[in-house]
């Protein structure tokens, strides 16, 4: 739906100022002040579906990435492709909610710092609702609080006697904590999004280390070769894939596993997820310039120097169709928002549909 443009008067653009989502159909600006200009601070809240102004006025919310003296800051938890929701890191203390007023509402403590939501990396998956804090210094069992950013409820369990906790993962449908016991290699304990115990994994021969990934949950085998274990959210193993190094990137995208290939930026092998089977090697730059998917069509920014968008068949590596700048305008982007697609060029934004 459009709707006219909306007057925030006071508003400074990024970094004194920016524009988030919080919640379904909730935009929540804010604006740093400054002091020696007699600027406040400012908050406005939009109904993004009428484009009314719900709320304006003088707030203490900091930018994302700004505590100020006040060691606190909003962050934002999701895809700001597609839904976040916003809360208040208070660094020592813990985070509190954002309401509709732009009013702090439920609060969790803890340590107050939320590790790394990746709301701006591009993903094909539902928001997340859990996210995690580092616990507050003093704090007994696990190092890292897991809560709702919907209503702030404390999903963080309490750990089997005789383990010990050492780090956590955030994915779709839950969150997994790594363990050790005494005498016995490190394992995986997963949880879904209630905070409810639903499976335990741990190899008898060899130590595994975690892997963030916010798709699946992940973890390495320290085994000889090496492996990448993929689990669904239920704790299940769905696929075992050799991991021949450790840092070489991945992507999960439908049911198909993309590993970068050693050396290079722009071609990736392919699994099956369902079946194990490896498909093609193909040259698609899934790290930076990845677009979006269908779950069988993979979206790229293909040619930096000529501005080409690529939608290519992973299973063949065929270029299914490509915009480039000559057919659409200088400065061609492409954005994958929701399920739709977003081109953007210098002068306008068009909504991309199916050919007939």
């Known amino acids: 739906m459009l709707f006219p443009p909306i007057e925030m008067a006071g508003f400074r653009d990024y970094p004194h100022g920016e524009c988030y989502g919080n919640g379904p159909g ?40 700004h505590r100020g003296p006040e060691r606190q800051s909003l962050q934002a938890i999701g895809n700001d492709r597609a839904e976040t929701r916003l809360v208040v890191a208070h660094e020592g203390e813990g985070i509190h909610g954002v309401g509709r007023d732009a009013e ?18 591009r993903s094909d998956i539902p928001a997340t609702t859990i996210a995690m804090q580092n616990a507050a210094l003093d704090a007994p069992g696990s190092p890292y609080r897991m809560f709702s950013v919907i209503d702030g409820t404390d999903l963080t369990p309490t750990p089997p006697d005789g383990t010990n906790i050492r780090k956590s993962l955030v994915y779709n449908g839950g969150f997994a904590y790594s363990f050790q016991e005494p005498g016995k290699h490190d394992g995986l304990l ?79 092998q392919q699994w099956d997820l369902k079946t194990g089977a490896s498909g093609p090697i ?11 998917s269908d779950g069988s069509i993979v979206i790229v920014d293909g040619d930096l120097q000529s501005s080409t968008i690529r939608a290519v068949d992973p299973s063949t590596c065929e270029t299914v169709w490509e915009i480039t700048e000559q057919e659409s305008g200088p400065q061609l982007r492409l954005w994958q928002v929701g399920t739709g697609l977003i081109q953007g060029t210098r002068n306008q934004l068009t909504q991309l549909k199916p050919a007939p």
């Open 26 to 65: 909730v935009a929540l600006c804010v604006t740093s002040g400054d002091v020696d200009r007699g600027l406040p601070k400012l908050a406005w809240v939009i109904d993004l579906g009428s484009g009314q102004v719900t709320h304006t006025g003088a707030t203490d919310l900091n930018v994302q990435g």
């Open 104 to 121: 702090r509402t439920w609060f969790v403590p803890g340590g107050g710092s939320i590790f790394d939501p990746g709301y701006r990396q």
């Open 190 to 268: 997963f949880y879904n999004t209630a905070g409810e115990f639903v499976a335990r994994y741990q190899d008898e021969n060899h130590d595994l280390t975690p892997i963030e990934n916010a798709v699946m949950p992940m973890a390495r085998l320290r085994a000889n070769p090496a492996q990448w274990l993929v689990f669904s959210a239920a704790g299940e193993l769905v696929q075992s894939i050799p991991a021949p190094a450790a840092g070489v990137g991945f992507r999960i995208i439908g049911t198909k596993f993309f590993l970068n290939q050693p050396g290079t930026d722009d071609r990736w």
């Open 282 to 292: 193909c040259q698609l730059a899934l790290s930076f310039d990845y677009v979006g």
